[in-house]
């Protein structure tokens, strides 16, 4: 008898702190705001880059391609529309790196991969498909650029 009450008392302490641990953190107007649904989540875009068919691009074309891609990241980062973009290091698939877009469908996201000069050279090759995950991830450019140093 006293190792049931001293389990149920157990158990309703642990009920009651993760209870009072979800419902004060929620943000209802933060959460409207990144369009997160009642999970905090929220649909994107996940493209995974690949080598392109190009095999016959000169260095300084292949650098100025990279150059136009790398001011394209830059763009979508600022128009809200790539949450989160970064090169793989050296493996043995061919893959190049990564972009999270969001929107959310493959028609939008494959109007924002149209926009790179290195996938419309075929220098790169992107492949998409529709991801689910935090509305927060929103907010990674943000804290980005408080964690990056300026150039001198």
């Not at 469908?105 to 494959?110: G, L, M, Q, S």
Request: contains cysteine; glycine residues 6%.
């Amino acid at each position: 008898m006293k190792k049931s009450i001293f389990l149920l008392v157990l158990l309703s302490f642990g009920l009651a702190s993760f209870a009072q641990e979800t419902a004060s953190n929620y943000d209802e107007k933060l959460a409207k705001s990144l369009n997160a649904d009642e999970r905090g989540m929220k649909k994107y875009v996940f493209c995974l880059l690949k080598t392109g068919s190009n095999t016959t691009a000169t260095k300084e074309e292949s650098q100025k391609l990279f150059e136009g891609h790398m001011t394209n990241i830059g763009r979508l980062a600022k128009e809200g529309k790539l949450v989160v973009a970064g090169p793989f290091m050296k493996n043995d698939r061919n893959y190049r790196g990564l972009y999270i877009f969001n929107v959310e469908t493959i028609d939008d996201a494959n109007l924002l991969v149209a926009s790179d000069p290195a996938v419309k050279a075929n220098l790169l090759e992107a492949e998409l498909t529709l991801w689910y995950s935090s509305a927060a991830l929103q907010e990674t450019l943000k804290i980005h650029d408080k964690i990056t140093k300026p150039k001198m």
